[in-house]
């Protein structure tokens, strides 16, 4: 089938089953296109949490669409391709986590969302790209067990008094560890004016770099106000094709064009239109997991809701 007439039949599809696409901003922008909301973890979590409809097309990897399942036990959670597993959120062991939180029993735990849900049960608070050092700033305590992304933790121990101890030791995301700071650097002298917005998951020598450190919906709503007309974005490339697309009058130049992640891209139209036509595949996480796992997701969209009150 063609990109319209498959298009054409998922709006259908949706509307038949009064089903919602959330899609992240990594998507193939045929994905994109149809979203009822697009945006970045947080975004997603937060969205899941109040939609409307009965059933979740959550075109992500699989932490994001366990997220949306834990937050509607009452909805049926839908993954266009069960195989698009952020390999980070397998880096974090079940075993590793218990034992550094027997060796630190004071610390809080406070996990990315890039976890899988039974890590996410073990913790006192999740976070995001979009509000790592404001949930940590939160807490009461001063000692912090952060995992899985060490660069993540690197952003955040700057901004921090408190001691972040990351877990495990080398947490990554092989996306943005491809992006090197000589890059970056080259792209800077090239375009002198450009402001340069950079993922927190890349290297501690590339975030230096940055004008801005932004999630992926940062990076839009910084290139929507900034006076700036050039941007260099390190970031994943699904993430300057929508910044183009919704910035017309600017110009983003990726670090790297070959920065895609692979898991991200399993999710195409043929099989976001089975997913609907076959209610498949069901995202389904254990009851007492998810219970566990909320408490840590919701104490997150609490501290993060009450500080966008604030
Ligand atoms: P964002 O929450 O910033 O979209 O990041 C998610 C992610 O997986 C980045 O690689
Ligand atoms: Fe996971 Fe990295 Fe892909 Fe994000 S870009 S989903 S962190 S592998």
């Known amino acids: 089938m063609q990109v319209a007439e498959l298009s054409r039949k998922i ?25 009822d909301y697009m945006g970045d973890s947080l975004d997603l979590a937060r969205h899941s949490a109040k939609v ?20 509607n036990p009452e909805k049926t959670v839908l993954i266009p391709d069960p195989e698009a597993k952020c390999p980070m959120a397998e880096q974090l062991s079940l075993e590793v986590l218990r034992e ?22 073990e913790a006192d608070v999740c976070c995001t790209s979009a509000n790592a050092p404001q949930i940590v700033n939160a807490l009461d305590e001063g000692e912090i067990l952060f995992g899985p992304d060490k660069n993540l933790a690197w952003y955040v121990q700057r901004r921090t008094d ?4 990351p877990l495990p030791e080398d947490g990554y995301c092989y996306v943005h560890r491809i992006f ?3 890059d970056v650097a080259l792209l800077k ?12 998951e890349c290297d501690p020598e590339v975030q230096n770099l940055a004008d801005h450190i932004c999630s992926t919906s940062q990076m839009l709503v910084r290139a929507k106000a900034s006076p700036a007309k050039q941007f260099i974005i ?8 929508r910044l183009r697309r919704e910035n017309p009058g600017k110009e ?17 139209l043929e099989k976001v239109y089975s997913a609907l036509r076959d209610k498949k595949y069901v995202v389904k996480v254990p009851p007492e997991i998810a219970k566990k796992a909320r408490a840590a997701i919701d104490r997150m969209l609490e501290i993060s809701g009450r500080a966008a009150r604030d």
Do not use: W
């Not at 550094?100 to 996990?111: E, I, M, N, S, T």
């Not at 002298?189 to 927190?200: D, F, M, N, S, T």
């Not at 983003?252 to 195409?268: D, G, R, S, Y």
């Open 252 to 268: 983003f130049m990726p670090v790297l064009e070959t920065a895609i992640c692979e898991q991200m891209k399993k999710h195409t």
């Open 11 to 35: 709006v259908e599809l949706k509307r038949e089953q009064n089903a919602a696409l959330l899609v992240h901003n990594y998507q193939r922008t045929e994905i994109q296109l149809l979203a």
């Open 52 to 71: 409307g409809a009965d059933l979740i097309l959550l075109c992500g990897v699989n932490f994001m669409a366990e997220t949306a399942a834990v937050l």
């Open 162 to 165: 408190k001691k972040i101890i």
């Open 180 to 182: 090197s700071a000589a």
């Open 234 to 241: 390190a970031t994943e490339i699904g993430m300057v094709e």
């Open 189 to 200: 002298e090239k375009y002198p004016r450009a402001e340069v917005l950079i993922h927190p």
């Open 100 to 121: 550094a939180k027997k060796k630190h029993p004071d610390a809080a735990v406070v996990l990315y969302v890039n976890t899988l849900a039974e890590a996410k049960a």
